[in-house]
């Protein structure tokens, strides 16, 4: 799912120890979210593109072009529950129908809708490559809903 870690990391000429070091995690998780072993969490995804201003959208593979913002970004799950709860509605579906296509529970959504979790970075990569809205979209990283890929 993360298949640009590496390459950002690289291109940055940062190792994996520093990177660890500036994402606050130990060099054995980090290298395990690079590797796809882990999934590496929405909070650990966001402080990653704030250190390389890149966007989640790339780095996912959501999409081949990296919109660089040095802008950085907090969680806000308030907000990411407003806007999972958006594109639900946008949808037609109800927390039971997103739920299913999130393989979750009713009360995961609610949970996520209402802030009181954050979701998992599974299920916004699912919620995001199922209806081609951006990942930065559903994080509050950006206004842009849609995927913007190059031709």
């Given at each position: 799912m993360f298949y640009n870690l590496k390459r950002v990391r690289e291109e940055y000429e940062f190792s994996q120890r520093e990177t660890a070091r500036r994402l606050k995690i130990s060099k054995s998780s980090y290298n395990y979210y690079e590797t796809g072993e882990y999934i590496i969490s929405l909070k650990h995804?966001?402080?990653f593109c704030n250190v390389f201003h890149v966007s989640m959208d790339y780095v996912t593979g959501l999409s081949n072009v990296n919109?660089?913002?040095?802008?950085?970004?907090?969680?806000n799950p308030r907000m990411v529950g407003?806007?999972?709860?958006?594109?639900?509605?946008?949808?037609?579906?109800t927390q039971e129908e997103l739920a299913?296509?999130?393989?979750?529970?009713?009360?995961?959504?609610?949970?996520?809708?209402?802030?009181?979790?954050?979701?998992?970075?599974?299920?916004?990569y699912t919620l995001a490559k199922t209806y081609?809205?951006?990942?930065d979209y559903i994080v509050g990283r950006s206004n842009t809903i849609k995927i913007i890929r190059r031709k």
């Open positions: 995804l966001n402080d919109n660089h913002s040095t802008r950085r970004y907090k969680l407003m806007r999972i709860k958006k594109i639900r509605k946008k949808k037609k579906l299913e296509v999130l393989n979750t529970s009713q009360s995961n959504i609610s949970a996520y809708e209402n802030g009181k979790t954050v979701i998992l970075t599974a299920f916004a081609n809205i951006s990942l």
